[in-house]
């Protein structure tokens, strides 16, 4: 909920000053926009998979090294795609 409302205030910014803007700042400033918004969903999702495995391991008895391991697999994936992430999104390093 903070993430996009955060998202709409920034469109809504950027959107007044479009006026202004060549069409590369309007382009450049767009895939921006994208990019910080993936970035600020990803940790939700990356939770969300953590509670998964603890739900799995928890209240299912699961226990195993590779389910251990996925957990901590899955705990630095932000620190590795995120800045591929950036590197596909922001324009100016396309």
Do not use: W
């Not at 600020?40 to 008895?61: E, K």
């Not at 251990?68 to 899955?74: S, W």
């Amino acid at each position: 909920s903070f993430t996009i409302c955060q998202r709409l205030q920034l469109l809504v910014i950027l959107h007044e000053k479009k006026v202004h803007m060549s069409e590369k700042t309007k382009m450049t400033h767009h895939s921006l926009t994208k990019a910080l918004t993936i970035h600020a969903i990803f940790p939700i999702f990356n939770m969300t998979c953590m509670a998964i495995l603890c739900t799995a391991q928890i209240n299912f008895g699961l226990h195993s090294k590779e389910i251990e391991g996925l957990a901590f697999d899955v705990a630095v994936m932000p620190a590795l795609i995120n800045p591929l992430l950036t590197l596909y999104f922001v324009r100016p390093y396309r």
